[in-house]
Antibody, heavy 118, light 107 residues
């Protein structure tokens, strides 16, 4: 059964770059059928789609974050990563990684990791 | 970008009631609409994809309908374990926008 697990620092300073990794187990990250994405949720607020990567390199990002976001994949480690630059307090959120499919939507989610910018 | 608007933003209903949540897209999205359930303090869970297809393991009291711009999520008989916030999401094209969420509580 596919499992995703986020990891990364829980605390970032303003203006620095947030870096998170999602480790994929129980399945292949190299399948061309799936996208690998990130979603975040500020405290007490709704879900915000950040972006995804597929086909080993094609990326789509939320226009509101595009200038600061990079998503990449490391097939050899079965991991994909999120980098968000120039963070502010507004980037404080629970960050989730997820598997997505163009027909099945986002069907497998990680447990989430809390990032505080302070 | 296509905006997703859910209504109501919250509701309170009794156990056994039929509950309906609506989601409207600002432009047509065919049937590329998913519904997620997020219980308090938990990870969002996919309930329905392709507007009306129930994800494996989801109770049959949940159903979805709609196409184009107007969609609904229905809980046929509300149960205590259904207390959660429900989100719609379009995924016809990037960005895969979420609705603002509907919080469902027990009266």
């Amino acid at each position: 059964q596919l499992q995703l697990q986020e990891s990364g620092p829980g605390l970032e300073k303003p203006s620095e770059t947030l870096s998170l990794t999602c480790s994929v187990s129980g399945g292949s990250i190299s399948s061309s059928s799936y996208y690998w994405g990130w979603i975040r949720q500020p405290p007490g607020k709704g879900l915000e789609w950040i972006g995804f990567i597929y086909n080993s390199g094609t990326t789509y990002y939320n226009p509101s974050l595009r200038s600061r976001v990079t998503i990449s994949v490391d097939m050899s480690k079965s991991q994909f990563s999120l980098k968000l630059s120039s963070v502010t307090a507004a980037d404080t959120a629970e960050y989730y990684c997820a598997r997505a499919h163009r027909y099945y939507a986002m069907d497998v989610w990680g447990q989430g990791t809390t990032v505080i910018v302070s | 970008d296509i905006q997703m608007t859910q209504s109501p933003s919250s509701l309170s209903a009794s156990v056994g009631d039929r509950v309906t949540i609506t989601c409207r897209a600002s432009q047509g999205i065919s049937n590329y609409l998913a519904w997620y359930q997020q219980k308090p303090g938990k990870v969002p869970k996919l309930l329905i994809y392709a507007a009306s297809t129930l994800q494996s393991g989801v109770p049959s009291r949940f159903s979805g309908s709609g196409s184009g711009t107007d969609f609904t999520l229905t809980i046929s008989s509300l149960q205590p374990e259904d207390v959660a916030t429900y989100y719609c999401q379009r995924y016809n094209s990037a960005p895969w926008t979420f609705g603002q969420g509907t919080k469902v509580e027990i009266k």
